[in-house]
Antibody, heavy 117, light 105 residues
Framework: EVQLVQSGAEVKKPGESLKISCQGF????????IGWVRQMPGQGLEWMGT????????RYSPSFQGQVTISADKAINTAYLQWSSLKASDNAMYYC??????????WGQGTLVTVSS | DIQMTQSPSSLSASVGDRVTITCQAS??????LNWYQQKPGRAPQLLIY???NLQTGVPSRFSGSGFGTDFNLTVSSLQPEDTATYFC????????FGGGTKVEI
């Protein structure tokens, strides 16, 4: 069974760094792009970027380029989303999802990031 | 980057109604358009891929149509369990989601 398991909720202060994770189970992790999606409270879905764990080829939405870093460790079937300096506006739920033939059929459960002083 | 404009942003309908949600792309995306359903507190679920193909397990009352820049998601007979927010998603160039349509019954 394909599963994407995300790391737990985080509470951080503005200016702090953060790295959240998404671990894949039940399929060849290196063979599928993993995307990251932001959902701010009460808002819609925003595509942030994607990575191909096989060779770490990474693409970013222009809106998120330079704001976050997407990476992967294929040895442990895990993709990451990280911030070097969080802002209050980074308060959101973050989802990872596996892309297959262009669609996102499998999603992680989401990681809630709360940034508050 | 490609913008996806969804309308309406919300709608209220009755059980049994026929409901249509539209999604317009800022440029031609051919058939590279998916629809997702999201219920409160849950991750989105793939509903329709490549404009008109129902994901396994999705009721046949859902259908999709369109090509190029204009796309529709139709629910032929709305059911109580269809209360959710629906998002279109293009993957012709990177990815973009539409703003979402909240459907209430």
């Amino acid at each position: 069974e394909v599963q994407l398991v995300q790391s737990g909720a985080e509470v951080k202060k503005p200016g702090e760094s953060l790295k959240i994770s998404c671990q894949g189970f039940g399929y060849p992790f290196v063979a599928y792009w993993i995307g990251w999606v932001r959902q701010m409270p009460g808002q819609g879905l925003e595509w942030m970027g994607t990575i191909y764990p096989g060779d770490s080829d990474t693409r970013y939405s222009p809106s998120f380029q330079g704001q976050v870093t997407i990476s992967a460790d294929k040895a442990i079937n895990t993709a990451y989303l990280q911030w070097s300096s969080l802002k209050a506006s980074d308060n959101a739920m973050y989802y990872c999802a596996r892309q297959e033939n262009g669609n996102y059929k499998y999603w992680g459960q989401g990681t809630l990031v709360t940034v508050s002083s | 980057d490609i913008q996806m404009t969804q309308s309406p942003s919300s709608l209220s309908a009755s059980v049994g109604d026929r409901v249509t949600i539209t999604c317009q792309a800022s440029q031609d995306i051919a058939k590279y358009l998916n629809w997702y359903q999201q219920k409160p507190g849950r991750a989105p679920q793939l509903l329709i891929y490549d404009v008109s193909n129902l994901q396994t397990g999705v009721p046949s009352r859902f259908s999709g149509s369109g090509f190029g820049t204009d796309f529709n998601l139709t629910v032929s007979s709305l059911q109580p369990e269809d209360t959710a927010t629906y998002f279109c998603h293009q993957y012709d160039s990177l990815s973009t989601f539409g703003g979402g349509t909240k459907v209430e019954i």
